[in-house]
């Protein structure tokens, strides 16, 4: 191996641990304007991105490898763009998910619940489980190319997050905008503890709708009511009709007896109730129930909470007292039956909320908590939105956001839990509350030194909402804080957008006055192969670890980038993983060609040299090379147009063409004929290394290991060849290297691409004919092409033509026309064109007459189409230059359309 050659296959696995400690210890993840530096300069642009911090203790699932993948795509360009990027990385404390675990894991270890354990060691034994574990998902984050600052790594119950979560509450409360009060949420009985919308997952279910008799006071008439939790008759306050039912509008401001406990309740007249759906009436139990709680604040009706927090019934249940729920359940229906009470039960399919952490059934509950006054919080955010500071991609979700912030309720702060950050409210033994933002020493009422903190801790979305500042070290103006603040694009899943999307825009408008973000890019799903959602259950989910360990982290990163569109779910599946290995073994052999080219040049003189070195090099470049520098500037201007329409997916797959299809396919083909003659071997090679060292950079935000490793080589080649003044400029790492700029139209690019897909098209038919034949590769022809007014492209081609069609040069035959059609020869029509190859004894008389006429009905259905369309309004309405264009597209196909049917007389 000489001493740039690249070894004979990728082994990605050798390759990237090494070269991300390369990153890391040359310092390219770091800004490279730091505020914190004597040379700072504030004119410069800094672009920043605050990871979504996954859960401290998780570990990398797909959906965190789709986020890595797209952020480093973000975070790469934008540094190679010459901005200040900054990807602040960091964890979630997640406090139901992490507290979950340690408890888990103490009742299975020592046989003890927390309760029994006690808060201080508890919370003392999770953080232990935090250093022990919270180092997991960071490194397997790496192992993703994740170009973090890792010195700025955050953790949403450090010190400094922990300050601006009390500073947060606490202006929040000096202004009015925190209240504690009873409210209806969600309870988990297991967790003991409120959850939020998100932590519960409702499933279709079959359930047992269970019908009964309401009956009245002092009547033998009932009001027919069915429920499917019949336990939570016991917190009924009210039984509902419509007010319109003609068959209960005479027991309107009646009474009626709840069943078995002989509590009287009133019947009253609702719109809510629906007189087609069920028996027509409805039991009211505004406790346990959010419809129900909704119609007791219109009627002023009482509320009855009939379950303790481990969903037992309580005091209320009467005789029930003590029971599970679902005991209670069974034994009070049971006792329904047994005084006439039933009508009848039956199967019915419903939705049942379930915790997302334990899975057990969740109840709606009263429960005392701390909710935040959200209205003036939320109007700021949509104004936000509405007015255009805030872009979301795709725009469809706007009207998702803006619907959850019109009809937003106050947010319930406050978890039941031991893991987070404490409500900074305490009391002291006359109940007086302190609410301050350093632990209080007294009582702000009374001067008590007796104080004991509120036991609740914080919603894990409220220190979440402040990360994009929090991060940068609010509530402090730091140098951070005051240059990559407001922070660039907020990038997360679609479903999240309610659940910390709008609670970020609304706490960077609260706490900053300003916008966290102008931009929120949200991703969708990660789906298999057949578009089907990825669960344990079915089998289907793809453990991003493992893939990296067979095909490699570009692999993966590339299948998820080149298949996502904004919003959508992306369906992945092992065999495009696989296809693009296949594509990364592909660069790399391409990049082993160039760089043995490279090396392969002569030592020449020096006048010689700068003939080749310079970009108006004395040495005229061949078509093919003006091609691809043609094709290659499209490249780039497309690549750019997708990157600021936010179509990385688009991008990546036009990148991937080229390189595949233009530059190895075609290019390089046509290179290794080049370099056989002197007066281009040098132009070729200068060509192969521009148009390579292009594509690497366009590839980079994609790929990053292997286009890194490749041009590192490349690089060292190129500085140590006789065209070393290609690289003079190249910066160390290609990570920092510059982003190829768009540049404008030049006017010798479209006759060239013009010229050269002739010639593409050329070998294609003459490829194509050749497999039809069956002709082995290897086997010469001769050929002759009737070349028109193109005679001299292609004589001047002749060569590239023949090496590419396997022909044999000297049997080649071009002529303006011909005095007549050669014999025993299959016919091809390219444009203009004609070319005979005789293909004696193996041609198939039938076969070609069948191809021909295949041909010719093909170019009349595209003379149809243009007639048609160049007959109709697009003339009118349509450039003149696109006309134009069409109307010379006609003329081709019926020229091409007449040849046909020449070689078919």
């Not at 429920?227 to 209960?248: C, K, Q, S, Y």
């Not at 935040?372 to 255009?388: P, R, T, Y």
């Not at 060569?799 to 080649?812: E, G, P, V």
Request: a negative charge; charged letters at 25%.
């Amino acid at each position: 191996m000489t001493k740039q050659e690249l070894p004979k296959a990728y082994d990605f696995k050798s390759t990237e641990e090494r070269i991300y400690a390369m990153w890391e210890v040359g310092g390219f993840f770091k800004p490279h304007n730091d505020p914190n530096k004597a040379n700072f300069d504030p004119s410069i642009k800094p672009f920043v991105i605050a990871i979504p911090p996954p859960n401290v203790t998780g570990e990398l699932h797909i959906g965190h490898a789709m986020f890595v993948s797209v952020e480093d795509l973000m975070i790469r360009y934008h540094r190679m763009k010459g901005y200040s990027a900054l990807w602040i990385p960091g964890t979630d404390h997640a406090g139901i998910a992490t507290q979950l675990m340690v408890e888990r894991d103490l009742l299975k270890h020592e046989e003890i619940t927390r309760e029994e354990y006690g808060r201080e060691k508890f919370i003392a034994r999770t953080w232990d489980w935090k250093k022990k574990y919270g180092g997991m998902i960071t490194n397997q984050i790496r192992r993703m190319g994740a170009s973090c600052d890792w010195d700025r790594e955050r953790f949403t119950l450090d010190d400094g997050l922990s300050r601006a979560v009390r500073e947060a509450f606490v202006r929040l409360y000096e202004k009015g905008l925190i209240y504690r009060g009873p409210r209806l949420i969600n309870w988990s009985p297991g967790l003991k503890t409120a959850v939020s919308d998100l932590e519960v997952e409702y499933s279709e279910e079959q359930a047992t709708l269970f019908h009964f008799k309401y009956m009245l006071k002092d009547s033998e008439d009932y009001i027919p009511v069915a429920t499917i939790r019949p336990e939570t008759i016991l917190g009924d306050t009210a039984v509902a009709v419509h007010p319109d039912d003609e068959r209960f509008k005479q027991f309107i401001g009646k009474t009626a007896i709840v069943p078995i406990i002989g509590r009287e309740i009133p019947v009253i007249a609702d719109e809510y109730v629906s007189m087609e759906f069920g028996t027509g009436a409805l039991k009211i139990t505004p406790g346990h129930d959010p419809n129900d709680y909704a119609i007791a604040q219109r009627h002023n009706l009482p509320i009855i909470s009939m379950l303790d927090v481990e969903a037992k019934v309580n005091e209320n249940g009467g005789k029930f007292k003590g029971q599970d729920r679902f005991v209670a359940r069974k034994n009070l229906w049971a006792e329904m039956k047994a005084a006439g009470l039933v009508i009848k039960e039956e199967k019915y399919t419903t939705t049942i909320p379930r915790s997302q952490r334990g899975g057990e059934i969740v109840e709606p509950m009263i429960s005392e908590q701390w909710f935040v006054k959200i209205e003036s919080l939320a109007s700021a955010g949509l104004d936000a939105v509405k007015n255009g500071d805030i872009k979301i991609v795709p725009e469809r979700f706007e009207k998702t956001y803006y619907n959850w912030l019109e009809n937003i309720k106050d947010w319930c702060i406050s978890r039941q839990l031991w893991w987070g950050h404490r409500i900074p409210v305490w009391y002291c033994t006359d109940n007086h509350m302190t609410v301050a933002r350093e632990d209080p020493t007294q009582c702000a009422v009374c001067g008590s030194k007796n104080l004991k903190q509120d036991d609740d801790v914080l919603d894990t979305w409220f220190s979440s909402g402040l990360w994009p500042f929090s991060t940068l070290g609010w509530p402090d103006e730091t140098p951070d804080y005051k240059y990559f603040y407001p922070t660039s694009y907020m990038e997360t899943g679609y479903d999240i957008l309610f659940f910390w999307v709008a609670r970020m825009i609304m706490s960077g408008l609260e706490y900053t006055g300003k916008i966290p973000f102008h931009t929120v890019y949200l991703h969708g799903l990660v789906r298999d192969e057949h578009g089907h959602k990825m669960s344990k259950t079915k089998g289907n989910v793809i453990d991003p670890l493992i893939v990296m360990d067979q095909f490699g982290t570009d692999a993966l990163r590339f299948t998820l980038l080149v298949g996502s569109t904004p919003g959508n779910d992306t369906n992945v599946g092992l065999k495009k993983v696989e296809a693009n290995r296949n594509f990364a073994n592909k660069i790399w052999n391409v990049g082993k060609f160039v760089i043995n080219a490279l090396e392969g040049l002569e030592k020449v003189e020096s006048d010689a040299l700068s003939a080749s070195q310079g970009r108006k090099s004395k040495v005229e470049l061949t078509l093919a090379d003006h091609w691809i520098n043609a094709r290659l500037q499209n490249l780039i201007r497309d690549v750019e147009r997708q990157f600021q329409n936010f179509q990385y997916g688009q991008a990546g797959q036009q990148i991937y063409d080229f390189i595949w299809s233009d530059f190895a396919d075609w290019y390089v083909e046509i290179a290794k004929e080049q370099m056989k003659n002197e007066e281009t071997r040098y132009s070729t090679v200068e060509t192969l290394v521009r148009v390579f060292d292009t594509c690497l950079r366009l590839l980079h935000p994609f790929t990053p290991f292997v286009t890194e490793e490749i041009w590192g080589h490349l690089r060292s080649a190129v500085l140590d060849s006789p065209l070393s003044n290609i690289a003079k400029d190249w910066t160390l790492a290609l990570i920092v290297a510059k982003f190829p700029e768009p540049s404008e139209v030049e006017g010798w690019e479209e006759s060239k691409i013009a010229d050269f897909t002739l010639i593409q098209e050329i070998v294609r038919s003459i490829r194509n004919v050749r497999a039809e034949k069956n002709v082995a590769p290897s086997k010469k022809l001769s050929a002759n092409i009737s070349a028109g007014a193109k005679i001299d492209l292609i004589k001047n081609q002749s060569q590239i033509i023949a090496s590419l069609a396997s022909l044999d040069h000297s049997q080649l035959s071009i002529n303006q026309s011909l005095p007549s059609k050669p014999q025993d020869s299959a016919a091809l029509v390219v444009g203009s064109l004609e070319i005979y190859i005789p293909l004696a004894g193996m041609v198939d008389v039938v076969n070609d007459k069948a191809r021909l006429e295949k041909e010719l009905k093909e170019a009349e259905s595209h003379i149809l189409r243009l007639e048609t369309l160049l007959g109709g309004d697009f003339t009118n309405k349509a450039p003149a230059a696109l006309i134009a264009k069409e109307r010379e597209k006609l003329n081709g196909y019926k020229d091409t359309a007449e040849k046909i049917k020449a070689q078919l007389k």
